[in-house]
Each structure stands twice: as C-alpha cells, then as structure tokens.
C-alpha cells in the first residue's frame, strides 16, 4: 500500500515560516511527477507547487509565488515545501500528490497536514 506522509504544519504568526515535508518508502520517488494541493475550510481543493520527476522544473500558483519553494531529495524520497512570508489566507490543510511520470493513472495522497496562520 503507498504510503505519503506529510508533517511540518502548525500554527505560526503572520510573516512567520514553515517547511512541510512529505516522505514515502513505498514508491520509485524518482518517477514520480511532486505537487502541494492545499483546501481552506469551505474551498475547493487548489494546487500550491509541483515540482517533475525528471528536470526538477517547478510551478506555483500566482498568490504563493515568492513567497513559497517547492524542492525535492530523491536520495531521501522527500518532498519539501518551504513557506515563507506566511499569510492568513494561506490558512489550510496541506496534501502531497505522487503523480508517475507516464502512467498518470498512478496518483497518491497523503493524508493532509494542517497549517493555521493566525496572530
């Protein structure tokens, strides 16, 4: 069964920072294409960061750009998202996606980690 398993959430001061981290052993990491959805309370589920199995190219949604970093330790078979500069908004529960490469039928969750931005 694969396993994605996310931690770092909590609760921090507007400005303040968190790294999540998202880590599996039962996966070939390195074929697998890295994203960070997020959904606030009442939201639709939106994608965060993605980072490709293959280039390590990366992507953000508009309202984290600069802020957030999304970066990746194939020798460790962990994903990273490094917030920064956080706001309320950001406010949500944190999931990391596993998406393979080419057989994009082969797609995985963890279970959420929750990060709360409040003063």
């Known amino acids: 069964q694969v396993q994605l398993v996310e931690s770092g959430g909590g609760l921090v001061q507007p400005g303040g920072s968190l790294r999540l981290s998202c880590a599996t052993s039962?996966?070939?990491?390195?074929?697998?294409?890295m994203s960070w959805y997020r959904q606030a309370p009442g939201k639709e589920r939106e994608l965060v960061a993605s980072?490709?199995?293959?280039?390590?190219?990366?992507n953000y949604v508009d309202s984290v750009k600069g802020r957030f970093t999304i970066s990746r330790d194939n020798a460790k078979n962990t994903v990273y998202l490094q917030m920064n500069s956080l706001k309320p908004e950001d406010t949500a529960v944190y999931y990391c996606?596993?998406?393979?490469?080419?057989?994009?039928?082969?797609?995985?969750w963890g279970q959420g980690t929750q990060v709360t931005v409040s003063s």
């Open positions: 996606n596993a998406v393979h490469r080419t057989y994009r039928i082969s797609n995985y």
């Open positions: 980072i490709t199995s293959t280039s390590g190219g990366t």
């Open positions: 039962s996966l070939i990491f390195s074929n697998y294409d």
